[in-house]
C-alpha cells in the first residue's frame, strides 16, 4: 500500500519496517529541461520506502493551477517568488513525520537560473545563497541534452527550444556552483544509462535499513554499483 502525503505535492512509497528515527536529508535533482528529472523521479518512487519522499515540482504545480505565464519581467518575477515560497513549504510538507530522505524536484537555488533581474534574487526571496545551499545535503544535476540527442517537447509545461534549454542548464550549472556535494549526470546515448546513473547517486544517499526495505534487488544493484561516483573535478563530481 503507498502511504502518500498529499497527491498533489509529495509522493512517498512502500511499507517499511524499519521504526529507526532518522536524521533528516535533502537531495536536490536538478537539471535544464528536458533532461529527464520527471521520468527519473516517477522510476524512484517504485524503488523507495515510505521514508523517502519525494516532492512535485514547484513551478510545474503553480503553472499547471494556473498561475500567469508570461514573458514580460514583472510576470516572470512574481512567478520566481511565488515558486520560491512554495517549494519552501513543499519541503516543509515533506519533512513531517521521520523520512529518511527528501527528494526535492529542484530546490530554491534554480530560481537564481531563471530570475530575469534587475534585482538580485537573493535580495528578491529574502535568503542568502549560502543558506540556500545549507538547505541541501547532495544536488544530482542532470545535464540537458541537446536537440540531436534526445531534447524533446513531451513535458507541456516545457516551452523552451533545445537552444533555450541548454542555456537554463549552464545557469542552473552556475547557480549550484560550490556547493560542497554536487554531482553532475551528462547526457548519454541512451536515456536508460542515464537514468540508472542518477538512481545509483540518490539510492547511495538512503540509510541502508530503508534501503534494503525496498525489497528491491534493481535498488539494491544499483546502489552498490561502484561506478556512480567518481573523483571531484571543479565542476562537481561525474557520474562516468
Avoid at 530560481?111 to 544530482?140: K, N
Wanted: one cysteine or more.
Amino acid at each position: 500500500m503507498n502511504d502518500t502525503r498529499g497527491d498533489e505535492s509529495t509522493i512517498s512509497n512502500g511499507v517499511c519496517a524499519c521504526a529507526e528515527r532518522h536524521p533528516l536529508r535533502r537531495v536536490v535533482l536538478t537539471g535544464g529541461p528536458g533532461a529527464g528529472k520527471t521520468a527519473v523521479l516517477e522510476l524512484l518512487t517504485h524503488l523507495v520506502c515510505r521514508h523517502v519522499v519525494v516532492t512535485r515540482e514547484a513551478a510545474n504545480i503553480l503553472f499547471s493551477g494556473g498561475f500567469p505565464r508570461s514573458a514580460g519581467i514583472p510576470a516572470r518575477r512574481a512567478a520566481q517568488r511565488a515558486i520560491y515560497h512554495v517549494q519552501i513549504e513543499l519541503e516543509a510538507l515533506a519533512s513531517q513525520g521521520n523520512p529518511a530522505l527528501v527528494i526535492c524536484d529542484r530546490g530554491v537555488v534554480d530560481g537564481w537560473a531563471y530570475w530575469p533581474g534587475p534585482e538580485p534574487f537573493w535580495d528578491a526571496i529574502g535568503m542568502s545563497r549560502a543558506a540556500a545551499f545549507e538547505r541541501y545535503d547532495t544536488v544530482i544535476h542532470l545535464r540537458t541534452p541537446d536537440g540531436a540527442n534526445g531534447y524533446g517537447h513531451q513535458n507541456p509545461m516545457r516551452t523552451e527550444t533545445p537552444a533555450e534549454a541548454r542555456a537554463i542548464d549552464e545557469r542552473i550549472a552556475e547557480a549550484w556552483d560550490g556547493h560542497p556535494r554536487r554531482f553532475v549526470v551528462d547526457p548519454a546515448a541512451d536515456f536508460v544509462t542515464k537514468a540508472a546513473r542518477a538512481i545509483a547517486l540518490v539510492l547511495a544517499e538512503i540509510p541502508a535499513c530503508c534501503r534494503a526495505a525496498s525489497g528491491s534487488a534493481a535498488a539494491s544493484e544499483l546502489a552498490n554499483q561502484p561506478a556512480a561516483l567518481a573523483p571531484a573535478t571543479s565542476t562537481g563530481q561525474r557520474a562516468p
